[in-house]
C-alpha cells in the first residue's frame, strides 16, 4: 500500500485496501501511506486513502500528520484535500503549519532531521535521538508574555542544544545538523560543551555541565529580551 501511495496509483491503492491492507500502519521509516502520498503531491491516492477511511489524524514516528508534510512542502491540492476533510473552511493558502499542527492528535514532532533520528513516546512522555534532529512543541509564547518547559536528561547527551525559536523556524524533514541555535531565528544552550548558540556560533559560555538525572528547566521573558536556564530548580 505504501508503494501504492508514494507511486499515485489510485487503482492499485483502492484493490490493496479492497483486500485488507491496513491503512494506517508505519513503514520501515515510520511514516504512514497517506504521508507517503501527501510528501509526493499525490491527490488522487489522497483521496483514495482518505474515502476508505485512513486516519486523517494518523501521525508518524516523528509525529507528522499527512496535512502537516502537504503545507510544508506546499502542496496545495493535497492540503486543500485534506483542508476540507477536516472541516477546514477558506483556500489551501489559508492552512499554515501550525494550523494543521493544532489539529495533531500530540504536540512534539520531530521539526528537522530525518524521519529515523528521533523516537517520540507520548504515553512514557521521552524523546529518544538516534543522531542529529530537533524536535519542538506547538505551543507559542504571545509577544511580551514569559514561557518555560522543562524536561529531564535519562541518558547522555551528545551536543545537545536546548533554547527557543521564532516562528520563522523553518522544518526541516531531511537530515541536517542544524538546530536551535543554529540559525538567526533561535537561540541554545549545550550543557555538555558549555556554550550558548546563536546564529550558528558560539553566543557566550555556559559555565554548567548536565549530567544524567539533572532537570533543565528553560524561560523566556520577551518583554526583557532574556532567556533563563535552570538546573534542578536553581537558576543561580
Avoid at 502537504?70 to 489551501?92: F, I, P, R, T
Avoid at 547527551?157 to 523553518?170: K, M, Y
Wanted: with cysteine; hydrophobic share 45%.
Amino acid at each position: 500500500l505504501h508503494v501504492a501511495a508514494s507511486s499515485n496509483h489510485a487503482a492499485a491503492v483502492s484493490a490493496l485496501i479492497n483486500a485488507g491492507s491496513p491503512l494506517d500502519v508505519l513503514d520501515k521509516a515510520g511514516k504512514t501511506a497517506m504521508e507517503l502520498a501527501a510528501e509526493e503531491n499525490h491527490v488522487e491516492a489522497v483521496e483514495a486513502l482518505a474515502a476508505a477511511g485512513a486516519d486523517l489524524q494518523a501521525v508518524s514516528r516523528g509525529g507528522w500528520t499527512a496535512l502537516m508534510v502537504a503545507v510544508v512542502k506546499k502542496h496545495e491540492g493535497v492540503v486543500k484535500c485534506l483542508a476540507d476533510k477536516a472541516g477546514l473552511s477558506g483556500s489551501a493558502a489559508d492552512v499554515d503549519l501550525r494550523t494543521a499542527w493544532m489539529l495533531a492528535p500530540q504536540p512534539l514532532i520531530l521539526f528537522r532531521g530525518a524521519s529515523s533520528a528521533a523516537l517520540l513516546n507520548s504515553d512514557a512522555h521521552t524523546v529518544t535521538f538516534h543522531q542529529a534532529g530537533t524536535v519542538c512543541y506547538r505551543q507559542s509564547c504571545p509577544a511580551k508574555s514569559r514561557a518555560y518547559y522543562e524536561l529531564k536528561v535519562v541518558e547522555d547527551l551528545w551536543c545537545p542544544q536546548l533554547g527557543f525559536a521564532t516562528s520563522r523556524f523553518e522544518p526541516c524533514m531531511t537530515h541536517t545538523d542544524n538546530g536551535v541555535g543554529d540559525d538567526a531565528e533561535s537561540w541554545g544552550v549545550d550543557g555538555q560543551r558549555s556554550e550558548k548558540w546563536h546564529a550558528g556560533k558560539e553566543a557566550g559560555r555556559y559555565d554548567v555541565k548536565w549530567k544524567v538525572g539533572d532537570v533543565i528547566g528553560l524561560a523566556c521573558d520577551l518583554e526583557r529580551q532574556q532567556l533563563l536556564v535552570s538546573v534542578n530548580g536553581s537558576f543561580s
